[in-house]
């Protein structure tokens, strides 16, 4: 479970927050969210085709403004079209919906502009593609998003900005098919901590690596405006709008049309668990003297309902949270052509109050059926193999039911991995990363198993500050260490099922999570490739990698294992009669062990290109860290 990130925003409430929007038509709205509503003397039905946020028509020349705000007593927007003088909004007729035409707008400039709640409030716009801060963006530089818009002098808080002709981009991979779930690899990374500049467009200028690499799906993690530059941007604010520390919406767009045309596809974390003070959706319903949002809020819960929540609980069983979720679900999806989302903290998709973690991952029929209608609506915007990946960490039974609906879930095996990585035969059995150790499961691909995540220690670091030794043979010796790694991709790609790896890990990055703070500034490491051990593991992932998505041996549900013990051992059964025989020792002492080999004659060693001569019962003295995976057939 995600141990949250830079807590920068909370007090962001004392200060007036804005944004931009765009008009973005989504699932049926809400009919009030639970909010008891005055009486309405004034409703103004919205214009038909006015969507939410801001609507351009008359060729970009009149915009319609349309906010979501039940209960409020009086509504205007006020920016730079204005002078900030407010012009007042109307109300629908049922009370929800605050709503004004302006007029004698340039479609190709850039406007700022807030919205002022009941004469004392400014908020901003949650359906926004832009906003402006006062206090991060001159941290931005003009290489990573260049033409930035001035924030506009004389206001406070962070604003909006709308602009109707918007610079397009054309997308140039039309075609792209998504990889089968059992041959996804996933990468794992983060702009800021993978390359020095923190932009989009030098990562789409490193695709080599990752094209190198053989990984076939990159995972971003969040990329929407969060609080703050250097968050891991687990602290959400504006959920439509792409942070501008790493570039512009469509060097975003450049990025993923590269990948796609490089046959990776493109994951996007995405938080919906909660929201951090810095939203107008907190701001718009909040008790300043408790510091949390009121009972009459649409979106948000008083007191969260789960011990891991952090900033304020987004209330799923609320329309309005729905619509508001089912929308920026759309937004990406259309509007960015990505192939998956990884939801964080999926757990906490719930209104069952819990105080431990047991009571939390017990069994949730509500929660199911919340996730089975967020499933169902992803699949109605693109049944075509999407991923729809939740860190769920919950009981075997909820996550078969969910997985039966074609969710996936990740699977975090660094504890037990790292245990045999160091040499700690009697804490190191990774049963769990074979699908038939999870209750219920009898296919593996709906479980994305890894070693490393950005959430758990490095194992490297593990492995050289604590690893385990006997005589000359010692773990934290580098070549040793980085040797270890090697056994241990063996068996998580030789696995059946989707699997991850967390940036760097192919090079051994041994740097703590917890340097500069958990959620701080990691070195960036790039120099790890010329160093020949270093890249070695990296050959090592490469060559597995390769070999896990050309060989469908390995996305077989015929498997039978031994993850405990110091040699562990798995064995795999193909079509066409190929087995796959996988073996290694992660004792620190020489070990004996026969294997279980099949059929006796010819095997082939796929890492030493060797053969071997099998007479049954085939017994091998294996030295620490050695391993293999044979096979009864040349694998491609």
């Not at 960490?393 to 660094?414: P, V």
């Amino acid at each position: 479970m995600r141990r949250i990130i830079l807590l920068t925003g909370i007090i962001g409430l004392l200060f007036s927050t804005v944004s931009c929007s765009k008009k973005n038509v989504g699932p049926t709205p809400p009919g009030g969210g639970g909010v008891v509503n005055p009486p309405v003397t004034n409703g103004k039905d919205l214009p038909a085709g006015a969507g939410d946020g801001v609507t351009y028509i008359n060729s970009g020349t009149s915009a319609i403004f349309n906010i979501y705000a039940p209960g409020k007593t009086s509504m205007a927007v006020i920016g730079e079209f204005n002078n900030w003088a407010p012009t007042t909004m109307s109300v629908t007729p049922d009370g929800n919906n605050w709503w004004v035409q302006i007029d004698n707008l340039d479609a190709s400039k850039e406007y700022a502009y807030q919205y002022l709640v009941d004469g004392n409030l400014k908020v901003a716009d949650p359906y926004c593609e832009k906003v402006l801060d006062p206090d991060n963006d001159k941290y931005i530089p003009a290489t990573v998003y260049p033409g930035l818009k001035a924030y506009p002098a004389g206001q406070t808080g962070i604003v909006s900005v709308m602009q109707a002709n918007q610079p397009s981009y054309t997308w140039k991979n039309n075609t792209f098919t998504r990889p089968d779930k059992n041959k996804l690899v996933i990468y794992e990374l983060h702009v800021r901590d993978f390359v020095g500049t923190h932009s989009y467009k030098t990562i789409k200028d490193t695709l080599n690596y990752l094209s190198n690499l053989g990984v076939n799906a990159i995972e971003l993690m969040p990329v929407n405006e969060f609080e703050g530059n250097l968050s891991w941007g687990y602290n959400p604010s504006f959920y439509f709008a792409v942070d501008k520390y790493y570039g512009t919406k469509n060097d975003l767009k450049a990025l993923i049309d590269e990948c796609h045309s490089r046959g990776m596809a493109v994951i996007l974390d995405m938080v919906l668990n909660h929201s951090f003070g810095q939203s107008p959706m907190v701001q718009l319903y909040f008790d300043k003297a408790t510091n949390k949002p009121t009972s009459n809020s649409p979106w948000f819960n008083v007191n969260p309902t789960h011990p891991y929540n952090v900033g304020y609980d987004f209330n799923h069983e609320s329309a309005a949270t729905k619509y508001f979720a089912k929308n920026v679900i759309k937004f990406y999806m259309q509007q960015y052509k990505i192939d998956g989302y990884r939801f964080d903290l999926a757990k906490g998709f719930t209104e069952r109050v819990s105080s431990d973690d047991a009571s939390f991952a017990a069994y949730d029929a509500s929660r199911v059926a919340i996730w089975n209608e967020y499933n169902n609506y992803i699949k109605s915007i693109d049944n075509n193999n999407f991923y729809n990946i939740l860190e769920f960490f919950g009981s075997d039974r909820e996550e078969k039911e969910l997985a039966d609906n074609g969710m996936m879930f990740w699977s975090n095996l660094n504890y037990n991995f790292n245990e045999a990585t160091m040499g700690y035969v009697p804490t190191s059995n990774f049963a769990r990363l074979y699908y038939s150790n999870h209750t219920g499961f009898t296919q593996p691909d709906n479980i994305v198993s890894y070693m490393e995540s950005h959430d758990e220690e490095r194992l490297m670091y593990k492995n050289l500050q604590y690893g385990n030794s006997s005589g000359s043979y010692n773990v934290k010796n580098l070549a040793t260490a980085l040797a270890r790694q090697e056994a241990a991709a063996a068996f998580l790609f030789t696995a059946p099922g989707p699997k991850m790896v967390w940036q760097f890990g192919e090079v051994g990055y041994d740097v703590s999570i917890d340097q500069n703070g958990r959620t701080g500034e990691k070195p960036i490491h790039w120099e790890y490739n010329n160093d020949p051990l270093r890249h070695k593991l990296y050959a090592t992932f490469a060559k597995l990698i390769k070999m896990k998505i050309k060989n469908s041996v390995f996305a077989t549900s015929t498997i039978s294992y031994n993850a405990a013990g110091s040699v562990k051992t798995a064995y795999l059964t193909g079509t066409g009669g190929l087995n796959v025989v996988v073996a290694g020792n992660f004792d620190v002492n020489t070990q004996s062990a026969t294997l279980a080999f099949p059929s006796a004659g010819t095997w082939y060693d796929y890492m030493t290109g060797a053969t071997i001569n099998v007479t049954l019962p085939y017994t091998i003295d294996m030295a620490p860290g050695e391993y293999h995976i044979y096979s009864n057939a040349v694998l491609n």
